[in-house]
């Protein structure tokens, strides 16, 4: 984040945010109905029913891996036309960052797994890789001092496919505690998404909308540096937001919803410590954030008054990771969408 904002103009961080929102269409595409699948696997297996939690595995795999592909193919020979309005240079950029549409979706559905079987050291050493990796070609380019959007681009994708490269073999394995497990004849994801899944499918298109819409509203009604300044101050919140364990919840709570005292328990005390963690990193980050972007990254004080409204958010979002997962768990998706909504 360092070598990128400090190297990027305004406006060629704001064009990077526009292109990234794109990128993200296919992962909200692709991901649709994942919580309640993986919530479907992980009690199937904690209610030993490892064939059908093989056999839904199997099909959102599948159905996930082939949409990718298309969405890929639609962006990168499509370009031309889909961004006709936008310079041959956006375009060329575009179709760059259109392979991560495999890359990130294959690790999608590797995560899925992962979650279940707890093997969360698995996802943590792919993001380390991932990051890792980028790190040493954005530190090449600044060293030279060519670091542009273009080798930030050519970074994330390189990144992601060699990260993903590396753990392949471990997932492997993982898939391999199945081998003696006949999968379920019957179909069952289709069931899935017209019971609880329509309503977690209709949440997220809602909230994906919103989220992808955003920049480019920021765009047409303010400018292109406006959706650099405003996309800052959410960075630096969602760092925050990062440092609290959601994957955990994902993976355990469903494991242990019949043990009923445990559940009332871990739900209990995870509402008061989640909500601790979250107003101590605010304020913490209230503490330190401002000094060090008036000091390094000046160009972006106007973010401050964001990121001070939007921090107070983070307590809140906080005890949603706990009483989310538990929604999720209980299958009351059609809860979560009205709230939403």
């Known amino acids: 984040t360092f070598l990128t904002i400090s190297s990027l103009t305004l406006y060629q961080y704001g064009v ?11 992962f909200d595409v692709t991901s649709l109905g994942g919580g309640v699948i993986s919530n479907e696997i992980t009690r199937a297996v904690g209610e030993k029913r490892e064939a059908d939690a093989k056999k839904i595995y199997l099909e959102y795999f599948f159905a996930r891996i082939s949409l990718a592909i298309l969405l890929w193919a639609i962006v990168f020979f499509g370009s031309t036309y889909i961004f006709s309005s936008y310079s ?17 979706v294959i690790f999608l559905t590797i995560r899925t797994l992962c979650l279940v079987r707890l093997k969360l050291s698995l996802i943590g050493i792919r993001a380390a890789l991932n990051k890792s990796i980028q790190f040493v070609i954005l530190l090449f380019f600044f060293v030279q001092g060519n670091l542009g959007l273009k080798q930030l681009i050519w970074s994330i994708v390189i990144s992601s496919f060699l990260s993903l490269l590396v753990i392949l073999p ?53 400018s292109t540096e406006a959706v650099a300044i405003c996309s800052i101050a959410e960075m630096i919140v969602s760092i925050l937001q990062d440092v609290l364990p959601s994957k955990t919840l994902q993976s355990i709570v469903p494991l242990w919803l019949k043990e009923k005292k445990l559940s009332a328990k871990m739900f209990s005390f995870g509402i008061k410590y989640y909500f601790l963690t979250g107003l101590a990193l605010a304020i913490i980050a209230l503490i330190i954030v401002p000094p060090v972007i008036n000091l390094f990254f000046d160009k972006y004080t106007q973010s401050l008054s964001l990121f001070y409204f939007m921090i107070l958010n983070l307590p809140i979002f906080a005890v949603g990771i706990v009483t989310g997962n538990y929604v999720v768990a209980h299958r009351k998706q059609k809860f979560l969408f009205f709230l939403h909504l």
């Open 16 to 26: 990077f945010q526009l292109l990234l929102s794109i990128a993200g269409l296919s």
């Open 88 to 104: 041959l240079e956006f375009i060329k950029d575009m179709r760059v960052i259109s392979f991560l549409f495999l890359t990130e």
């Open 170 to 222: 471990n997932f492997f394995r993982i898939f391999g505690e199945w081998k003696g497990v006949k999968a379920t004849p019957t179909k069952l994801l289709f069931n899935i998404f017209l019971t609880n899944g329509t309503w977690e499918v209709s949440r997220q298109l809602i909230n994906k909308a919103t989220f992808r819409i955003k920049p480019w509203l920021i765009k047409l009604f303010i």
